[in-house]
């Protein structure tokens, strides 16, 4: 009872067969009896657990001389939080040059399949970064209002090792954009999907994305936010004097020494893209002192869709005056921007209270 009181839950069996989880080493250092490791998923809190190595065939030790992982901590959800109250789904879309694009799919496992529901679309797709499985409390609000959380792991990111993230970069960009247009079309051809109540979500760089598939096909999304979003990458990669700008070439191309790599940004990038089109709602946020996208980014993105969309009230820009590309400091900061967002979210996709 000491023990579990302290968070330490000893002899408690991992349960490693979920078929979307994440693991990582904290700890293997020859000479430990054990090896520690995180573990998470879309629905299983963070864990850490021990697992005994040594001899094969001392104590409980498998022929490899692994025992059985030892559960050591878990993140608290408060609530009553039940982890089988929730499902994850692998899917995959066709992209136009017929790669298959991997989709994560994370539902409320009582949901009727009979009735269409709203998703919210996120993805990255820059930098060789992986959209691994990972556990979010706050992503739980949406869940419970019936919102399907789908992660488009679309080229550019490293899920499928180098060749995936080397068909999303440079001049190859826009498979990254088109790929998440077919997940979309993908998602919205699923008899269990409200296609009328498709959002977008993507920050940072997959801001940039979030605001090139608006250029590209407003009319599939009933909403999209771009949080710190690189919505101006190419006079951003005009300026070397910027503290980023040199060290990004390499993931985007050098305009400024290239007229092909000018040419090729310049056909992408969301502000010189913006178009008279019926754009649904957009929330661009944004930080004051943000330095790695500076706010006049989505601030003059802003300003040129409300010069093209018919209602340019629906397009809203909302800065942090003391945050940074993160946003505002401190865990209860961050809560209720997030709280904000969602709110904003569940409204365009009719799960508001």
Known sequence: DAAADAGLLAGTEAAFDEDLSSTGVLSAEYENPVVRVSYTS?????RVYDIPTGEPGAGALDEFGVGEPVLRRETTVLGGYRSEDYTVERDWAVAEDGTRIPVSLVRRADLDPAVPAPVLQYAYGSYEISTDPAFSISR??????????????VRGGGELGRAWYENGKKNTKTNTFTD??????????RPDVDARRIALMGGSAGGLLAGAVL??????????????????ALTSMLMPELPLTALEWEEWG????SAEVY????????????RDADYPPILAVTSLNDTRVLYVEPAKWVAELRTRVAHPETVLLRCEMAGGHGGASGRYAQWKDTAWEYAWLARQLGVAD
């Not at 879309?42 to 963070?46: H, R, S």
């Not at 739980?140 to 792991?153: E, I």
């Not at 250029?215 to 101006?232: H, Q, R, S």
């Open 215 to 232: 250029n590209l096909a407003p009319e599939l999304y009933c909403g999209g936010l771009a949080a710190v979003p690189f919505v101006d």
């Open 140 to 153: 739980l609000s949406l869940l419970d209002r019936g919102v399907v959380w789908a992660v488009a792991h």
């Open 180 to 189: 998440f247009v077919a997940v979309t079309r993908h998602l919205a051809a």
């Open 263 to 274: 040419e090729y940004m310049r056909s992408y990038s969301p502000y010189e893209n913006v």
């Open 42 to 46: 879309f629905v299983t809190p963070p």
């Open 254 to 257: 050098n305009p400024v020494e």
